[in-house]
């Protein structure tokens, strides 16, 4: 089953990142350490192989992508060696990389994205095309009437000022052409009522939002574990250091309001309350894509006894989300195929903000990903 | 469905915190917090209640319990004027609790112990008494011929030298007074082949061993994380600093061996492989039931990148384990009545070296706990 | 040599632990921990012993004292046997505490508060009288060109405007009365060009700003670590969670900056360069009066080799403040007996954000300290 | 003032990271970071400087210098780059590099490194030669009566049995071939009675033990903070876990020992009382050359207030090293030019655990060290 995976910010650490590694995996350089389906549970037939990804996307920024991998490799996220070794395979990805298009209406820019993506399936003679946003997080979006409708959206999208912030207007050309829809990042992307109307309309599914690869991952553990033994959480108070490209971003508020926001559900949606302290983000640049992570809760047992837990995390983003952007392709792709529509609940557990009501402990999320992958492939379902 | 706890180290910290919390829930002082069977999720009719529980039991100390509870409360463990409150309902359990027995042959201690439990049995009229041991960690005992034989044990523990440790002794006379066993400490306790024979002979369940209730807690559910994410675990590596009763005894090289054995299964049973280092138990006085306990995880991710976390744990160890205790009782109890035979892995949850195969992911562990409970008083079940 | 220790803010946390603490040590019941001058190196007969300080003060809120012990008690500050052994003793001290003075014009006020501080040196015939600021912090007040020159100011002060913030105007009032001054929060106080002149004009010490009880008091011990090996610190980075009176008023912004200033200079002054990196505080209820601050530091040594160091503080702020109080009010009156005037540079020792060009490395600061005493009391010098 | 450094224990990281460090500093390559001497307040024309050092060694290994730097760079202590570059001179050194030798009497083997010596120092027309062992750690010898006595010693070297460890051995030869010695190790090396009567024979100087590069460091530090506030040091206990060759050689009981009553020194010594809690080194293979040590810290303050503080330290020991390595080449050789004999006591600043009655709060040690250098050049000082 050949998947292409178009990736809104091609050019970017979590892209490139996720490029270089199935290339390498491919080649035999290095294990699948990190990619979610290669663990024994979870490996199926009906899933895309990792040699079957195709890459390509867009992004608003030139620089090549073997400039971006010594980049990489000079900051220790990717072995300059590894990054040496895949360099021809990713000078061919290269040329699958187009500017993000422009146009005078947004109508315009929609249809040229999907213009692009329909010569990257031709082109590679791709079963189908998931399209994966990992691209700079924006703000919130102003609120607009046209959200909340499809036709009044195609209407508005017609007109001459900007109705979409741009992860939902890659989202709408990618439905309106097919391709399956995951937002990687916190961003609006399909999650607006229209346009769930038009991943319906169309039959395909869509998933997100925003990777779950530090604090939130230990959170949506430990938090389980305070539940079960009947433990009282008083107060959950982090803060996230990080440096990359991301962390630059997340330093403007309305990003870091987004992100921090994601960050915090998964407290109140496990534990049935929310206990006092607020999760901050912190740009400090020289960390680069080595972010700290430190949480301290607080909590009370029999009697009344007051207890504490520290942790610290110390991960390289790029290289927990690049597997994970793998997964996604994968499993996405194989979601399409066994034909769900709508948003990809199953996929909660890979997300700090899943779509739906789903459970936000990560073992039940687990549990939902494994019956969902067994559903893909079990017979009878169309293949 | 009234239940006798009668347990072994009735005057240690770990019982005294657990009679005092179940009387000051009782009288409406305190929420049962930490304790797991009041989560709405286990609720269930076919337990008996916090307030059906009667305490006795056997200990070696003849500190009286009120002069202990001062004590926890001098330490913080407790609030002075809970145990101020249920000062007179504390003195009537004072009643019950006898010195250890002594006699000239091991079998004759275990005619006294059984006394010992029918008295207290007929005196309340309790349906039956659950017997958990919390006395002092033992050393591992020499291997003896007749720990694998009933009759072989039943013969030898007739002859003038010690066969069993004080922890079998305890189970094999439990057993055979017609009372369920359940070991919260590492000790040998009901696992000899032996005495798992004397139990199905019995009909009795047992459980053990070693209550889960700090670094452990934390392992069994981070360890599964690591999995699920297919992320590799290099090293974890653990200090556990603590002062006590409990902990004074674990300065000893043999109880701490047992003990740090108890704390690495989990890795191994959850991860599929032993990482490097070790799990150490420090004695420091000065802390007392304050038990720090630090962690170093040191782990791999895609393309090899070395990433780690730390967490500490600063809890109180007669706090988180009294709750257990009552839930164990009530577990067991239920079991009993339910016609439970042999060890219960069900109460995997709640140990640090679960007795038979059972999953050691805590969220595992604790659907299996779920399910037991809901079969326990399924209709149909006799009660 | 009696000296009367004048607090304004004298219903607070920091002002009620310390009056408790020194009826207390007066009274043999607790020993002098945490009180500098009473270590072997420091004790020195110029200094007024802590049995001769007599306290009052000022304060906005009238909740009395022994509410506010009470409080204390119950929230684990100091001991609830303390706080009733001191019962009468602070009830005396209930006498001397008035509210802070009103009227038309702050001349007014700053009159009236003279009175209060007259009153007091009178009734009880002290030989001097310390004024300290444990107040609330402020926000950093507009600049007004009054502030530049003791003659504009007195006359401002006369206008119906508001031309200094409380803590300066306590300030004002004090040194006009013939009192010392010092700042324990990092409010502006006496840090005017206008009261240095009137100070001046007094023949009078002051002292401040903001008391180092925690992450900075460890800052000015590791930075000079890192300058002594030549270890380069590249980023710096921590957050402060506390509760308390305090943490409310900083979760206000302004206050926030004030304070975040204050724990920032000790790097740039003792590293010779600004590291990246913030300190944040964060206000959780729940944590009162006990502060956890994390830090993570991450240097370069030889070769360019990456390390890392994190801590964390789980201080008593209260406790950790209270005798220092005790400390500036002995070493401010020595300092005014021994005839110094001007900003008191050799309390540096206590200070986030010490006055005038002093080291800020913890040891230097405590050899400064160490040669002030000695010199208030060397031979010849005015006693 | 050309000055030969010759190694114990050439061909050990410590070792190869400091000569490559001191030929890519030389070649401008790379920052002196990490040489205390480079700091502004210590640099002082009477010392050697960096580019003066000649290198040389014994080991009982044979692995070639450029395949430990290729090992070293693999790991990620030195960057490959660097290695790369000073390869040419790299080799030169392994010429200087000469295996220990063996003999039938310990006379002889010291006669032969004596002689090793001397042909280093004519062929470089050396001014003269610090030995300084990094060589692994030894465990504590047998005491013996020779030991005491130096003419006992000559005698009892000539017999077959060995009667001192390799380290004293070589102190023995160093000082007999008129070369200081330095043991940057917890070994006994110069420190016997016999021996310290030979440097004072012979007018050469002596310095030691255990270099300081990590939890030690941090200790020192913060052990005079809590002095300085009065505040009382509850426990204070430690986990080292260290891979490497030193790692390894550390698991061995013995050595452990040695080194973990080095490192609790500097508690006893600068609180006036040991607190409780013990230091623990454990080997973890994996962790390599990169140390994670965790401390935790418990204090009592004013009114008996209970606090702590935890702090974790990751660093790399060779890169922490080595330039201390340079520095105390450099010192000793500028010591024994300005006629210094016997213990160097003003090197405290650089040991776990130093010779002589000395200082162990690092800020005076700062100083000691200080007014050394100065002194080294002072007028009038023989160069
Ligand atoms: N790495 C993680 O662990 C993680 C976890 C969750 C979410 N995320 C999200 O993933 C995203 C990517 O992270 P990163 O570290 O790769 O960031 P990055 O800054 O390295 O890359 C972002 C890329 O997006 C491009 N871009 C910006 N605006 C665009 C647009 N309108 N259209 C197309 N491309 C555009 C940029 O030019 C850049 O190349 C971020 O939004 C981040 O918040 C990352
Ligand atoms: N608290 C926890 O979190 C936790 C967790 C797991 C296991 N445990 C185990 O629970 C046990 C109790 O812990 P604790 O803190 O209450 O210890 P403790 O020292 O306060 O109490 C132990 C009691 O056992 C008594 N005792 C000793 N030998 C006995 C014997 N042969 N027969 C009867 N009584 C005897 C002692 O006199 C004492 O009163 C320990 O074995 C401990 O390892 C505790
Ligand atoms: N505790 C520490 O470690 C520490 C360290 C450095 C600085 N400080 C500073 O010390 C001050 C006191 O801290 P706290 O914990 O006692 O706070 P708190 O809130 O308990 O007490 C402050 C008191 O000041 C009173 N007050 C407010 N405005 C006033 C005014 N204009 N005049 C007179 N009284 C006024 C309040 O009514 C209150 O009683 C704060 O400014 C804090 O920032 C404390
Ligand atoms: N790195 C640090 O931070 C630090 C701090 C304090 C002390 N030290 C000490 O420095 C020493 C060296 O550490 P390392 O990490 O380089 O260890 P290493 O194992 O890499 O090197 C030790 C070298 O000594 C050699 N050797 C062993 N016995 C010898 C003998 N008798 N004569 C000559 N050579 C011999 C070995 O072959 C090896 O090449 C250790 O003793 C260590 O405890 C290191
Ligand atoms: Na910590
Ligand atoms: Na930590």
């Given at each position: 089953m050949s998947t292409g995976v178009w990736l809104i910010g091609a050019r970017g650490s979590v892209a490139v990142t996720s490029m270089i590694g199935a290339l390498a995996v491919r080649a035999g350089l290095t294990a699948p350490t990190g990619c979610v389906l290669e663990s024994p549970a979870l490996r199926n037939d009906a899933l895309p192989r990792l040699g079957d990804l195709v890459f390509g996307g867009h992004d608003v920024s030139s620089v090549?992508?073997?400039?971006?991998?010594?980049a990489l490799a000079e900051a220790g996220i990717l072995p300059a060696r590894l990054a040496e070794a895949v360099r021809d395979a990713l000078f061919e990805i290269e040329q699958q990389v187009r500017p993000l298009p422009?146009?005078?209406t947004q109508a315009e820019v929609a249809r040229e994205i999907g213009a692009d993506l329909d010569t990257f399936r031709r082109r590679h003679r791709l079963d189908r095309v998931v399209v994966i946003n990992v691209s700079t997080t924006e703000p919130a979006p102003p609120p607009h009437p046209a959200h909340a409708d499809l036709d009044a959206l195609r209407a508005a999208l017609d007109g001459p000022d900007p109705v979409l912030p741009p992860s939902s207007l890659a989202a709408y050309a990618a439905l309106l052409a097919g391709c399956p829809y995951v937002d990687f990042t916190p961003s609006t992307g399909a999650r607006l009522p229209a346009l769930d109307a038009l991943?319906?309309?169309?039959?395909?599914?869509?998933?997100?939002h925003d990777g779950k690869t530090g604090e939130t991952l230990v959170k949506s553990v430990l938090a389980?574990?305070?539940?079960?033994r009947n433990l009282r959480v008083r107060t959950w108070s982090g803060i996230n250091?990080?440096?990359g490209g991301d962390g630059a971003n997340l330093a403007e508020p309305a990003a870091n309001a987004a992100k921090s926001a994601s960050k915090q559900r998964v407290l109140a949606e496990t534990l049935g309350y929310q206990p006092q302290g607020d999760t901050r983000i912190d740009f400090v640049e020289d960390l680069d894509d080595f972010k700290t992570a430190w949480d301290l809760i607080t909590f009370e047992g029999f009697l009344g006894t007051r207890m504490r837990m520290e942790f610290s995390w110390h991960g390289c983003d790029s290289a927990l989300a690049a597997p994970l952007i793998l997964d996604l392709a994968r499993l996405t792709s194989a979601a399409h195929q066994a034909g769900r529509v709508g948003p990809l609940t199953?996929?909660?557990?890979?997300?700090k903000d899943p779509l739906g009501q789903v459970p936000h402990a990560l073992s039940d999320q687990w549990q939902v990903l494994r019956d969902?992958?067994?559903s893909y492939g079990a017979p009878g379902t169309p293949r």
């Open positions: 090549p992508l073997d400039k971006k991998a010594a422009v146009g005078a991943a319906r309309a169309q039959g395909l599914p869509y998933g997100g389980p574990m305070f539940v079960q250091l990080l440096g199953e996929l909660a557990f890979f997300f969902a992958v067994a």
